[in-house]
């Protein structure tokens, strides 16, 4: 009995699943690329579905046969179903911040060389192909567009560059657009003999991907803040997962911008900022299902195109086998062309980082077409407006031109990239290698040794295994280069590239306990990141200009600041200031971890001499840092007690849940009592929840009744001159006014150091100054201009109300010219903080203690973090 209808189309993708599974173990255990391996089996099914159709031998195998070859799939829905997921996916996939840097090569990979291989491969063929140059030009557009899976997946197996696999992937965002972008606006030529204005195009491109651009990024962020605010984790993927699709068919249909930039832009989006705005759990979860859906996409997608290539090959000749070699040839020329004139004048320009010509080779030889090529084939063979002849030639030749790319370069490009050797570690990657491992296998044996003395293994059974182990470890020490591979500034940059990574992962880590600030943990995330980047770019100037970037004001604190002052509210700031104080604290503590992770991990691997200049570095990040919080617990010390007590809170919390999970994989509880147990934990977790509140006037009024300048008013003066005093925060060298700038305010000093340089003198402001007094009393404009010289609470009086006060109370200058008198006599130093010579040193609290002790398995160095370093 024959299987027809839903059944058989459900029976034929539950068997092209299982073939799928059989095809992956099979490429890996001959060496060939999964993707030219399915396209094979693909063409293999649909020869062998055809020959069951027509045989009488196999009758009961017609029904599905029949499916295979008329599966209910046409080219609208390979676009539709498969290319929005891939895209995404491969956008999720991508270093954003990493691949930023190649902007330049990935565009000009991505469009320009689609339209050069568009026009060459035209041209091309136009003299000898006997169709008209759009024809031609529309064939070109449709084997332009390159397919990243087999390329990637070979270099991922033999281990090549990650900066050659991530040109690649970049490349693939972007050049299936450009492709369909030209395919687009060449087809209606075709179909309705229209003809095209070149200026129009352009624009109608250009306009299509910077629209694209913008509903990607908006739709990405709007996904973003729903999944912060549903927290269910479920929920959150499920997202995600509709994501690309309402991106793609709403750009591209509703829009009319391209709908595969806004999904790559969507997916380039929640790359960024999803790891800052999901759990941890969550986003490893999210990655692993979409790696699993891409895995099905991906496969079944090149075998549903590969089955139709019999289909599209029918009535070929030998003159169409002529014409694929010249438009293979032309899009090898078109590519090369590209890659090897123009990536050099990149690199010229500064515009891109040089590419090796090793790199260049592989990329013009890995430029293999794949399953999008095949729907875009079949586009035109099913459109009815498409004459006969035209339909034929683009359906022969576009699915020659893939059968080529898969079957000859496909095949050999892992001989290509070993011969060129780029499985290999570069020098410095060698010399660490040799350098971490004649460490590490030491201590793996002095671990081993124990392990074996404990469990009481017979000397006998140990010593082979130890002996062992000690010849690995002296043979990687005797190899060991990394003194003479490395100089001094390389070791330093590679140190600091670690620290920011880990920096990175700790804070990873501690965004896994609910309840701290989204925000000001993705603010901590991207200055890690800008410190990698840093890093790697600039070195130690960088790493530390992207540290002195987090601790200044931010635009948004900026903006709440001015409606405070002018616009007299407070809520803005009072928010903003209370997400400064948590990123300080976290920052604060996350810097004692990272001393620690200097000192027992990265010492003995890149040497003492090294060690000391990153602790100098680390000692320079930790004072800035104690300058900040020292400033602001000066006034709001109950804040910030409340502030550590729920922090070591939230700690504990964590602490007492990993204790669960352990008793629970011991079989020491059972699972009911598990699951009581972490409802009873996640209560008080959720109570912990709610924003403490913040009081941003707290103190000001102590603070004024207790400067020396303000000695003498009455009580009364007193309160109304702190209700109606605001406040500013400055970082260090921020201009607080501009000499010949008429003053608007007096500034008093609560805690801070500023600086002037009038009448060729330096003249320094402490806490307890004021700064503009004799200005605003006499109406002059500032005499100089004055700079904070270290994160400073300024309180700002209006120059008005100051000459008020100074009229009704003259005891008030008569306080200040005292003040000026004894710090002309030495009597009165000059001070960050009231009556202290030096900034306090925060000591590490109950807090910084509990996460010195937490997971303690973030602290192992892996030299995969610096791998970008060294390529």
């Known amino acids: 009995m024959a299987v027809t209808g839903l059944a058989a189309i459900l029976l034929v993708i539950a068997l092209l699943l299982v073939v799928v599974s059989a095809v992956q173990p099979l490429a890996r255990k001959i060496e060939l690329s999964e993707t030219v391996l399915l396209a094979v089996v693909g063409i293999i099914i649909g020869s062998l579905a055809d020959f069951a159709l027509r045989s009488s031998y196999a009758s009961a195998l017609s029904g599905i046969a029949e499916t295979l070859l008329d599966f209910p799939i046409n080219s609208e829905a390979f676009l539709l179903i498969f290319l929005p997921a891939l895209v995404f996916q491969g956008a999720l996939a991508i270093d954003v911040r990493r691949l930023a840097h190649e902007t330049a090569t990935v565009l000009l990979l991505a469009v320009v060389a689609v339209a050069l291989s568009t026009a060459l491969i035209g041209f091309a063929l136009m003299p000898f192909a006997q169709m008209p140059l759009v024809v031609c030009l529309l064939l070109g557009s449709i084997v332009a567009t390159t397919d990243p899976s087999a390329v990637a997946g070979i270099f991922r197996d033999i281990g090549a560059a990650t900066r050659l696999t991530r040109l690649v992937e970049g490349e693939a965002l972007l050049n299936d657009a450009a492709a369909i972008s030209i395919f687009s606006i060449l087809l209606p030529s075709v179909t309705l003999h229209r003809a095209i204005h070149p200026g129009d195009a352009l624009i109608s491109f250009v306009v299509s991907f910077a629209g694209a651009l913008v509903v990607g990024v908006v739709c990405g962020r709007l996904t973003l803040a729903m999944m912060s605010a549903i927290g269910s984790s479920a929920a959150e993927i499920t997202l995600t997962v509709a994501l690309p699709y309402v991106v793609y068919i709403i750009s591209d249909e509703f829009l009319g911008v391209s709908g595969v930039v806004a999904t790559a832009a969507a997916g380039l989006t929640v790359s960024v ?75 010229l320009t500064r515009l891109s980082p040089p590419v090796p010509t090793p790199f260049k080779v592989t990329m013009v030889w890995g430029g293999l077409r794949g399953a999008i090529t095949l729907a875009l084939a079949l586009a035109v063979t099913e459109n009815e407006h498409v004459a006969t002849p035209i339909a034929h030639f683009i359906g022969i030749i ?54 074996g003395n404990d469990l009481g293994f017979c000397s006998d059974a140990t010593r082979p295994v130890l002996d062992q182990l000690e010849r690995r470890s002296e043979e990687e020490q005797d190899a060991n280069e990394f003194d003479r591979a490395l100089s001094d500034t390389q070791r330093v940059n590679l140190a600091l590239i670690t620290i920011a990574s880990q920096e990175r992962s700790l804070l990873l880590d501690l965004f896994y306990m609910q309840g701290l600030s989204r925000r000001v943990m993705e603010t901590l995330l991207r200055s890690a990141e800008s410190a990698i980047d840093g890093a790697r770019l600039e070195g130690r100037l960088g790493y530390v200009r992207a540290l002195r970037r987090r601790l200044s004001p931010s635009l948004r604190f900026r903006a709440a600041q001015w409606v405070h002052n002018h616009l007299r509210i407070d809520k803005p700031l009072m928010l903003c200031m209370a997400e400064r104080f948590e990123m300080l604290m976290v920052a604060h503590f996350v810097s004692i971890s990272l001393t620690r992770f200097m000192r027992e991990r990265l010492e003995p691997t890149l040497g003492s001499r090294i060690g000391d200049i990153v602790a100098e570095v680390l000692s320079r990040q930790r004072k800035l840092l104690d300058e900040a919080l020292a400033t602001l617990r000066l006034h709001y010390h109950g804040y910030a007690e409340a502030l550590e007590n729920r922090i070591f809170r939230q700690i504990t919390l964590r602490v007492e849940g990993e204790e669960y999970d352990t008793l629970l994989a011991e079989s020491l509880i059972s699972d009911e009592l598990n699951r009581e147990l972490l409802k009873d934990l996640e209560r ?128 008030v200058l008569r306080n200040i010219q005292a003040n000026m008198r004894q710090r002309e006599n030495g009597e009165r130093p000059i001070s960050l903080l009231p009556r202290s010579r030096t900034p306090a040193v925060e000591q590490p609290g109950v807090a910084a203690q509990a996460l010195l002790t937490t997971d303690p398995k973030r602290l192992a160095f892996t030299p995969s973090d610096t791998e970008a370093e060294t390529e």
Request: glycine share 8%; hydrophobic share 50%.
């Open 398 to 451: 576009a699915t020659g031109f893939v059968l080529i790319t898969l079957l000859v370069n496909g095949t050999t490009l892992r001989s290509l990239v070993l011969f060129l050797k780029l499985d290999q570690l570069s020098p410095i990657d060698e010399a660490m290698r040799h350098q971490v491992l004649g460490i590490g296998l030491g201590n793996v044996r002095d671990r081993a040794r124990t392990l």
């Open 684 to 811: 008080r977790r959720h109570r912990l929840n709610k924003r403490l509140s913040f009081d941003l006037r707290s103190g000001i009024e102590e603070r004024i009744k207790t400067a020396t300048v303000f000695k003498g008013l009455s009580g009364a003066e007193l309160h109304d001159l702190a209700t109606t005093t605001s406040l500013r925060f400055v970082a260090p060298q921020e201009v607080i006014c501009r000499k010949g700038r008429r003053m608007r305010y007096v500034y008093f000093i609560s805690a801070g150091l500023a600086e002037a340089h009038i009448a060729g003198a330096d003249v320094q402001f402490g806490a307890g100054d004021l700064i503009g007094a004799q200005e605003a009393v006499e109406k002059w404009h500032c005499s100089g201009t004055v700079k904070a010289v270290q994160f400073g609470h300024l309180m700002a009086i209006k120059a008005s109300r100051f000459r008020r006060l100074v009229e009704d109370y003259p005891v």
């Open 273 to 347: 900022y999803g790891p800052s705005t999901v759990r941890p759990q969550t986003w490893l979860f999210l990655n692993q299902l979409w790696q699993q859906l891409v895995f099905w996409a991906g496969s079944l997608v090149f075998v549903l195109a590969s089955m139709l290539v019999p289909h599209l090959l029918v009535g070929m000749t030998r003159w169409d086998w002529v014409l694929i070699l010249i438009a293979s040839a032309a899009g090898l020329v078109a590519r090369a062309a590209v890659v090897f004139g123009l990536l050099p004048l990149l690199a």
